[in-house]
């Protein structure tokens, strides 16, 4: 039975409805250009996202923002194809933030094909909440959820706008750069259980159940007169360094862009975007003391040392981009609809959410873990119905590069799978592109529970990963034949 319904499930992934396509015949158009950023910072207090228990913001310690590139293709004065490049610095986005947008962009962008933009989340936890109920939030001298969604959505739309509108000739460069920032947070322990963050001092530790990619994947964008207008690096790193605070923060992404301004161009837009990294963190899991130590001796916070790190690999980089730049290329957009299998909540699993859904209302819990639980009791019931989820990702080609997006966070072996199977000089994989769906585990952490790879943590199980996996290489191979 269980054979039988992966192959029907199999059957729908490979139906996926492909959105806006351009035929990829390999030949070459001309290149324009547009970038911008926006500050997206609210005037007031507001509730911040990516923890169980409710923050609100005391003070802003840096700016959070928007960043928007804009690629069109011609063909003499025919548009080939197009995609705006967006990277925000928020937690994930929910979906009361992209459908809107779309529908804003239809009125604000006429003629435009708002399904060609591709928000991306920073994923910093010192950003705002996006929909309401998610937390318990005072009403009075706090921004309520849907006030700050519709400021957001109106700051996304402007920057897009902007971006579009500065439309000139120009090339793209892709290069390589390394810089350790990202590392597994997942410990692994002698009976064969891991823990997020778990103590890696204990007799019964074993190993880190993951691996790490410190490769930093680049793509400049330059003018007509080979100015930089924009750089996009592709860590494998969410920017959560600074998760618990309770104060408005960019996090590490604040202090590269700060550092890139101060040493290589003032007016370059910088758009950070995640990589494969749902079992990765900015956190050090052990030899801790040593680089406390040397953050002391170099006088700096970590955001800051990982500002340094990211900013010295782009400036190893940046003359090679500048004597590399491509101003006609292969380009193609495609946008597909994935039909994946959800995970099915077991009857032990339904047990368990219920036991904890249940204490947590007996003593009075008003924060998100309540309903964290009780979210995976109305699967448990649903999931008969409704064997499968829907999920956008966005495929491009430009040049020798690809680009492979998802909605989730995803675990670092399904990204590195991407990038050594495809057929592209270098893949960029982005996760929490579009609205968020949660981890996506491998079956080697899901064996090993712990929080992120349990099923409260995971709509989409393994065996849709590797579908996620299959899929997005096969429209990637297919666009470099």
């Not at 500065?166 to 460069?173: A, E, L």
């Not at 996009?232 to 301004?261: G, L």
């Not at 909540?345 to 249940?358: P, R």
Request: hydrophobic content about 35%; aromatic content about 8%; some cysteine.
């Amino acid at each position: 039975m269980k054979a039988c319904r992966l192959q029907l499930l199999s059957f729908v992934c490979v139906l996926s409805l492909v959105v806006g396509v351009t035929p990829s015949s390999g030949s070459s158009n001309t290149l324009f250009i547009g970038s911008a950023t926006i500050d997206i910072t609210p005037s007031r207090p507001i509730a911040l996202a990516g923890q169980f228990n409710t923050r609100i913001s005391r003070s802003v310690e840096n700016p959070i923002t928007a960043t928007a590139v804009a690629i069109e293709t011609r063909d003499g004065d025919r548009m080939v194809d197009c995609a705006v490049l967006v990277s925000c610095d928020i937690v994930s986005f929910r979906p009361t933030v992209p459908a809107p947008l779309q529908e804003k962009l239809k009125k604000t962008l006429p003629g435009f094909d708002s399904s060609k933009v591709v928000l991306t989340a920073t994923h910093t936890h010192t950003s705002a909440v996006t929909e309401e109920g998610a937390y318990k939030i005072p009403k009075e001298g706090v921004m309520q959820p849907a006030e700050y969604t519709e400021f957001l959505i109106n700051k996304l739309a402007e920057v897009i706008g902007k971006a579009w509108g500065k439309r000139q000739p120009g090339g793209v460069s892709w290069v390589l750069g390394h810089a350790v920032v990202g590392l597994n947070r997942r410990a692994v322990y002698a009976d064969g259980k891991a823990k997020m963050y778990g103590s890696t001092t204990t007799n019964s530790f074993r190993g880190i159940e993951g691996g790490e990619d410190h490769g930093l994947e680049m793509l400049f964008f330059w003018d007509k007169d080979n100015k930089p207008l924009a750089v996009c690096i592709n860590v494998e790193c969410p920017s959560q360094e600074v998760e618990s605070r309770y104060t408005i923060n960019a996090d590490f992404w604040h202090d590269v862009r700060t550092q890139i301004h101060a040493e290589i161009n003032n007016d370059l837009c910088v758009l950070g975007w995640p990589g494969a990294a749902g079992d990765i963190s900015p956190h050090r899991m052990y030899r801790k003391a040593a680089e406390e130590r040397m953050l002391k001796l170099r006088g700096l916070t970590y955001t800051q040392e990982i500002g340094r790190r990211i900013t010295t690999a782009v400036k190893d980089v940046y003359e090679l981009a500048k004597r590399d730049i491509h101003t006609e290329v292969p380009f193609a957009h495609q946008v597909k609809e994935l039909a994946l299998p959800v995970r099915m909540v077991t009857e032990k699993e339904l047990a368990e959410a219920k036991t904890q859904a249940e204490a947590l209302e007996k003593k009075g819990d008003t924060g998100v873990k309540g309903r964290w639980f009780q979210r995976t009791v109305d699967r448990y019931n649903k999931q008969n119905k409704e064997p499968t989820q829907t999920v956008d990702v966005h495929i491009l080609r430009i040049g020798d590069i690809a680009i492979a997006t998802n909605p989730f966070e995803m675990f670092h072996d399904y990204g590195v799978q991407m990038k050594s199977r495809s057929k592209a000089l270098q893949t960029f994989v982005i996760q929490l592109t579009g609205p968020s769906c949660g981890y996506l585990a491998t079956k080697r952490a899901i064996e090993g529970g712990g929080y992120s790879a349990v099923v409260q943590s995971n709509r989409i199980g393994h065996e849709g990963g590797q579908m996620l996996v299959e899929e997005t290489l096969k429209t990637i191979n297919e666009l470099f034949q």
